[in-house]
């Protein structure tokens, strides 16, 4: 399980180095592989150990392709899915096609989702999240059923 928000530094090479506290379960559970790809509907990226996104991919695969709006998530999702591995040091290699779709530069930050992290530039992330906090008058018709038994 992913949880919580890093802010993490990225080398000359593209690289960054995974928060210690999930390095062993990666190496554990996926042997330290992991697929990262693009976010249809944010600039950012999804990181996923390469089980999870396994899932994902037989999902998408079966989706009708003859559909113009799947077809497009099948291309952007699986076409910039990118096999990612740790090093001996944690760290995984950011391809600069990526960088560039998510803006990223010096830093990172890297937001736990659960079954996946998020990777996002720093002023996207400010961006975004002021955006997000300023939305607090929510219409009740936009609030799906499945929040309205959500307590926290």
């Known amino acids: 399980m992913f949880r919580g928000i890093t802010s993490i530094n990225i080398d000359a090479k593209g690289r960054f180095a995974i928060p210690a506290r999930y390095r062993q379960m990666l190496l554990d559970e996926d042997g330290g592989k992991l697929v990262v790809t693009i976010d249809t509907q944010e600039r950012c990226l999804l990181l996923y150990p390469v089980?999870?996104?396994?899932?994902?991919?037989?999902?998408?695969?079966?989706?009708?392709?003859?559909?113009?709006?799947?077809?497009?998530?099948?291309?952007?999702?699986?076409?910039?899915?990118?096999?990612?591995?740790?090093?001996?040091?944690?760290?995984?290699l950011l391809p600069p096609l990526l960088r560039d779709y998510a803006e990223l530069e010096k830093t990172m930050m890297l937001v736990g989702q659960g079954k996946k992290f998020e990777i996002w530039g720093d002023r996207q992330?400010?961006?975004?999240?002021?955006?997000?906090?300023?939305?607090?008058?929510?219409?009740?018709?936009?609030?799906?059923p499945e929040l309205t038994d959500l307590s926290v």
């Open 51 to 92: 089980k999870q996104w396994e899932h994902i991919e037989k999902k998408l695969e079966v989706l009708p392709s003859f559909n113009p709006v799947t077809r497009r998530i099948q291309r952007l999702l699986i076409g910039h899915a990118t096999e990612l591995e740790m090093d001996k040091q944690g760290r995984v």
């Open 125 to 144: 992330w400010d961006d975004g999240r002021d955006s997000w906090l300023s939305e607090h008058a929510l219409n009740p018709a936009e609030i799906p």
